[in-house]
């Protein structure tokens, strides 16, 4: 598992962070995870590039849980 340790800041309270992921798996239900998740405001899921993309509240993003559903790290 390698980490891509993207972060980038929004307008407003929230921030976008990159992931890399698994491959295979159904990205479908991936992103309908993500987006359940405490603190995600929005997720990308792209297979075919091995990221998931999540627009985040840092105050409070669950990371840990985000990183154990997309089975990579930030």
């Known amino acids: 598992m390698a980490g891509s340790g993207l972060w980038h800041a929004h307008a407003g309270?929230?921030?976008e962070r990159t992931y890399r992921m698994r491959a295979g798996g159904d990205a479908v239900a991936l992103r309908e995870k993500l987006v359940?998740?405490?603190?995600?405001?929005?997720a990308?899921?792209?297979p075919e590039e091995g990221i998931a993309r999540l627009t985040?509240?840092?105050?409070?993003?669950d990371e840990r849980a985000a990183t154990e559903i997309i089975g990579g790290e930030s």
């Open 13 to 15: 309270d929230s921030a």
């Open 36 to 42: 359940r998740l405490r603190g995600v405001r929005e």
């Open 44 to 46: 990308v899921v792209v």
């Open 56 to 61: 985040e509240y840092p105050g409070s993003f």
